[in-house]
C-alpha cells in the first residue's frame, strides 16, 4: 500500500492523506476546522491533531511517514504539546515513541505530554519518561484541555482495560477509541484485560452522552448519525452477550439478559422487540418488569397504561393490575396499589403475587397487623427479614 499523498501506478491517489474534518464532513464549523484527520492503514490506526495554539495529538498511529507528511503542511516538531493514546495497542501508541526517537528537537521546547490510563502498559510509560517525555494518567472524568478545547475523559474499558475516550461536549463530538467503530464491533482482546463485561460497561457510558460526531480509531469519522454507531455496537454487544452469531428474536434475548441479571439491557431488547411487534404483548410485560425492578417506575406506569389500550377489557390478564400497583407502590402511593392489587385478586383470587405485594404495601403503609394476616407475605416475606421488620413495627413514629 502505498503512503498518505503517494499516487500509484494509475495516477490515481491511493490515500487521501491529511485532511480536515470540516472538510470530510462538508461543513464550515472552526471547531472542525481545527482538527486533521489522517485515516489509518495497514498496521496503524486512524490519527487526529487537534490545532491552535499548540498541537495534540490523539492516537499518533503506527507510521513516522504520518509526520513526515504533516510536516509538509507547515508545522513543526515542536509544535507538538500533548498526546492523547485512546489505548495501549501499537497500532495506536507507538507513533509516539518514534517521533522521540527520530526528533529531537521535540524535547528542545520541554518535550510533549503523553496522556494515557492508568491502567495502559506500564513500558509506555517507562520508555517515554527516558526518552524525555512527561506523563499524566488519567482514571477518567477528568477534563482536560487541548489545543484550547475541553475534553471529558470517558473510561471506557472492553477492548482493552485502558480505553478512554474524549467529549467534547458544546460540539457532540467525541473520540471513540476502537469501542465503537463504524462497521464492526471490535473484539476484547483478553491479553490487554479486554472483557464483554466492561465492554458494556464502556458503550453504556457512552450512550449517556448526547453524541452526534464518532471519531473512531478506524474507519472514516461519522458526523451527525454518531449515536446510531453507538447504539449499533451496543446491539453488537448485546447479541455476542447472548451468545448468538446469527439474529436471534429480540424477545428470546431480553430473556436471556434478565437470567443474566442485566435489566437495562432486556429493556433495549423488549424495545426492540415491541418495535418489530407491537402486539406482541409478553415484550411489554417483560420491559415492565424489569422497570419495575430497576427502580424506573414512572416509565413502568406508562408500559402497561399501552398494554391497557391496546388489550381488550374483557382479558382477565392481572398482570397489568399487578404491574400498576407494585410500580405504585415503588412511588409511595400505598393505598392506591393496594386497591389494584385486590382487584387482580377479584379477577384472579389466591394470585400468589398480588396477595405478595398486597401485604407488602399495607406493611410499609403502617398497616402490619392486616399485612401480617396474609400468608404468602408473612411466611414468604417476613421469615426473611423477621428482625428488620419487627424493629421497624417498632420503632416509634415520626413526629
Not at 348 to 373: C, F, H, I, S, V
Amino acid at each position: 500500500m502505498t503512503n498518505p499523498g503517494e499516487v500509484d501506478q494509475e495516477g490515481e491517489s491511493a490515500h487521501p492523506g491529511w485532511q480536515t474534518l470540516a472538510g470530510l464532513f462538508d461543513t464550515a464549523t472552526t471547531f472542525f476546522e481545527k482538527i486533521l484527520f489522517l485515516r489509518g492503514y495497514e498496521f496503524s490506526s486512524n490519527m487526529y491533531v487537534l490545532t491552535g495554539d499548540y498541537l495534540t495529538v490523539v492516537d499518533p498511529g503506527n507510521d513516522y511517514t504520518a509526520f513526515m507528511e504533516l510536516w509538509k503542511l507547515g508545522f513543526q516538531p515542536a509544535d507538538i504539546r500533548k498526546i492523547v493514546l485512546t489505548h495501549g495497542h501499537l497500532d495506536h501508541a507507538m507513533g509516539a515513541f518514534e517521533l522521540l526517537r527520530a526528533y529531537p528537537r521535540v524535547l528542545e521546547s520541554g518535550g510533549f505530554e503523553l496522556i494515557h490510563h492508568e491502567a495502559g502498559p506500564r513500558e509506555f510509560k517507562e520508555m517515554a519518561t527516558q526518552l524525555g517525555s512527561r506523563v499524566s494518567q488519567v482514571r477518567g472524568g477528568e477534563t482536560l484541555e487541548l489545543s484550547g478545547f475541553e475534553w471529558e475523559v470517558i473510561h471506557t474499558p472492553g477492548h482493552t482495560i485502558d480505553g478512554i475516550c474524549l467529549y467534547h461536549a458544546p460540539t457532540k463530538t467525541a473520540f471513540t477509541d476502537d469501542i465503537v467503530l463504524p462497521h464492526a464491533m471490535a473484539e476484547p482482546d483478553k491479553n490487554a484485560g479486554g472483557r464483554l463485561d466492561h465492554y458494556l460497561f464502556g458503550v453504556k457510558a457512552l450512550l449517556k452522552m448526547d453524541i452526534e460526531n464518532v471519531l473512531p480509531g478506524h474507519g472514516l469519522p461519522v458526523a451527525v448519525a454518531g449515536r446510531r454507531v453507538i447504539e449499533q455496537t451496543y446491539e453488537s454487544l448485546l447479541l455476542k452477550i447472548i451468545g448468538v452469531k446469527d439474529k436471534t428474536p429480540w424477545l428470546a434475548g431480553a430473556k436471556a439478559l434478565v437470567e443474566k441479571g442485566l435489566l437495562e439491557e432486556a429493556v433495549f431488547c423488549s424495545d426492540k422487540e415491541i418495535a418489530c411487534h407491537p402486539e406482541n404483548f409478553e415484550a411489554r410485560e417483560l420491559k415492565a418488569l424489569c422497570l419495575n425492578d430497576l427502580g424506573r417506575f414512572q416509565e413502568a406506569l406508562e408500559v402497561l397504561d399501552q398494554m391497557g389500550e391496546l388489550q381488550a377489557p374483557e382479558n382477565d390478564d392481572v398482570f397489568p393490575l399487578i404491574g400498576r400497583g407494585y410500580a405504585l407502590m415503588g412511588m409511595g402511593k400505598y393505598d392506591e396499589g393496594i386497591k389494584l392489587f385486590d382487584e387482580a385478586l377479584r379477577i384472579k383470587p389466591a394470585t400468589r403475587d398480588a396477595l405478595m405485594y398486597k401485604g407488602m404495601a399495607l406493611y410499609l403503609a403502617g398497616n402490619y397487623d392486616e399485612a401480617m394476616e396474609i400468608e404468602q407475605f408473612r411466611t414468604e416475606f417476613v421469615g426473611r427479614f423477621k428482625e428488620e421488620l419487627q424493629k421497624k413495627k417498632n420503632a416509634p413514629a415520626e413526629q
